[in-house]
């Protein structure tokens, strides 16, 4: 249980062209989603909180118009990087806190296995 | 926010041996978990661990949330607990549950 996957593994753009990524959970619902990027050799870092029905809440430097996220119902959450250019190069990766789950913690955070964006 | 500080940050071990990483931080949470992260990229969960001691397998975890610290020790390593680890924490008061990330140890196990 408390599976999130994530649609595309990778994918490769030509820059300037728009890209959406999914982020689902199978088994849960998820009334909280996270979006997270890594560079190589680093540690993760938040880019959106987003609940559902609601708008995301995005880290302090982060575009919003760039990076759009929808979070439109229970088990699904979409980032889309906007207009995409070479430096928004980089792993992204999701993650949901569960709704109801028997098993984990209140807080718990289940994560997908990750989007890799390269633009060219 | 919250500051979060793993050590060591990089551990070589011969197959067979025993580690353990440490994670410090710098308020109260409501969540601590433990993750390994695999070539592939994927977090695989280890624990939930806000607080107490826990075991699976090979691995344990001790959290001391009055003293801000927890600990991850792997027994009797195997070539593939290889990868990242990385200790995560959620703010106590966050309603939202962001979690604050350390660097992470780089973990090789030969064998």
């Known amino acids: 249980g408390a599976v999130v996957s994530q649609h595309p593994s990778w994918v490769i753009c030509k820059s300037g062209t728009s890209v959406k990524i999914e982020c689902r959970s199978l088994?849960?619902?998820?009334?909280?989603m996270f979006w997270y990027r890594q560079f190589p050799k680093q540690s993760l870092m938040l880019m959106a909180t987003?609940?559902?029905?609601?708008?995301?809440?995005?880290e302090q430097g982060v575009e919003k118009d760039k990076f759009l996220i929808n979070h439109a119902s229970l088990t699904l959450s979409t980032l889309t990087v906007t207009s995409a250019h070479p430096e928004d190069s980089s792993f992204y990766i999701c993650?949901?806190?569960?709704?109801?789950?028997?098993?984990?913690?209140?807080?718990?955070?289940?994560f997908g296995p990750g989007t890799r964006l390269t633009v060219l | 926010g919250i500051q979060v500080e793993q050590s060591p940050p990089d551990l070589i071990l011969q197959e067979g041996a025993n580690s353990t990483l440490r994670c410090n931080f710098s308020?109260?949470?409501?969540?601590l978990q433990w993750f390994h992260q695999n070539p592939w990229g994927q977090l695989i969960n280890l624990f939930y661990?806000?607080?107490g001691t826990k075991q699976n397998g090979r691995l344990s975890a001790t959290t001391v949330a009055t003293e801000r610290y927890s600990l991850l020790y792997i027994s009797s390593s195997q070539t593939t607990d290889s990868g990242v680890y990385f200790c995560?924490?959620?703010?106590?008061?966050?309603?939202?549950?962001?979690?604050?990330f350390g660097r992470g140890t780089q973990l090789t196990v030969w064998p």
């Open positions: 993650s949901a806190r569960a709704f109801g789950l028997k098993r984990g913690g209140r807080y718990e955070q289940f």
């Open positions: 088994d849960f619902q998820a009334t909280t």
């Open positions: 987003s609940n559902e029905g609601s708008k995301a809440t995005y």
């Open positions: 308020d109260s949470v409501n969540n």
């Open positions: 661990i806000p607080s």
């Open positions: 995560a924490v959620g703010h106590r008061g966050s309603t939202l549950g962001r979690l604050y």
